[in-house]
């Protein structure tokens, strides 16, 4: 289950661009890692988490402006 945690971390990391498919890999990476974690200390699992974390808040953060892009060009257009 770390091995899982560390590979959807890993994933979260290139597909956060893609926010559709980079949320699930976010959330099931965080889960699996803190399912890990709560069982045993696994340093493979922390990697894991803090990627997720990472690959999430860059998600957001893309979801957020693309967000912000459809409002600004819907109340902007001529």
């Known amino acids: 289950m770390d091995v ?5 971390g890993v994933l979260s990391i290139f597909l956060w661009p893609i926010a ?21 200390k696994s340093g493979m699992a922390m990697t894991g988490i ?5 690959g999430l808040l860059l998600t957001l953060v ?3 402006f693309g967000i912000l892009s459809l409002i600004l060009t819907k109340y902007f257009q001529t």
């Not at 899982?4 to 959807?8: D, E, I």
């Open 50 to 54: 803090i990627l997720s974390g990472i």
């Open 62 to 64: 893309n979801l957020k």
């Open 4 to 8: 899982v945690s560390l590979v959807f």
């Open 20 to 40: 559709y498919v980079g949320f699930p890999v976010n959330i099931i990476g965080l889960i699996a890692g803190i399912i890990v974690i709560r069982r045993r």
